[in-house]
């Protein structure tokens, strides 16, 4: 199954078992978020993707330049290992990892995710590419692609489990778009998926075609 047909019955199911309140004060949310025009702030194709140093989920520092020796990256954003639209994606690029490789490209996810945090989603996916920890999402705000969850649904996320201070940090609610960027080695953007919807993502089947 598609990536985005695994997508397409977690939204569905979404819609059919919350509170109707629930549900729709989740799709304000991401209505107001779409029109607010953050998608056209983000990278594009064709520009220089600003450099990064953060650590990896065992709390190793990389430098965008340094993976980029070993050729093109492709650089996924992710929200957090509590969202469950985040780990369908990374288990979907986990399956592709080894075209990915053959196409001579690396892969690395990014999220405001701590480290500890990181490391617990790379294990319970089984990842096998390196998981780097944006600290207070100052990478992803640089690149235009961050915002704040919304007041009215944090207690709404809570009621799920789901605790994003616990993941990201005291006071932290900033999270990063949907975003999926394919470098060359000399830093410039070959593609660039954005999207402000966070239940959409980039097929990976896509990025390696994209690779090729």
């Known amino acids: 199954m598609s990536l985005a047909d695994q997508l397409t019955e977690r939204r569905t199911a979404s819609a059919q078992n919350l509170p109707s309140d629930v549900h729709a004060a989740m799709m304000n949310a991401t209505k ?32 965008l ?26 288990r979907a690029f986990q399956l592709e990892l080894d075209a990915i490789k053959a196409a001579g490209a690396g892969l690395v996810a990014i999220t ?11 294990e319970k996916n089984e990842l096998g590419f390196e998981v780097l920890s944006d600290v207070n999402s100052a990478y992803a705000r640089e690149l235009g ?17 789901i605790e994003v201070e616990q993941h990201n940090g005291e006071g932290q609610f900033d999270l990063p778009l949907s975003a999926t960027f394919i470098v060359n080695s000399d830093g410039t953007i070959k593609s660039a998926f954005v999207d402000a919807d966070y239940t959409y993502r980039q097929e990976p089947s896509e990025v390696v075609k994209a690779l090729g």
């Open 145 to 161: 692609l961050v915002f704040t969850l919304a007041e009215e649904l944090r207690p709404i996320y809570k009621s799920f489990g």
């Open 112 to 122: 405001p995710e701590l480290p500890d945090a990181s490391l617990s989603t790379t």
């Open 32 to 63: 107001f978020l779409k029109e607010s025009g953050i998608e056209d702030a983000a990278p594009k194709a064709g520009e220089k993707l600003l450099s990064f140093e953060l650590p990896n989920q065992n709390g190793d520092r990389r430098k």
């Open 65 to 90: 330049e340094d993976l980029l020796q070993n050729g093109p990256l492709v650089i996924t954003f992710y929200r957090g290992g509590w969202c469950p639209y985040c780990n369908m994606e990374l």
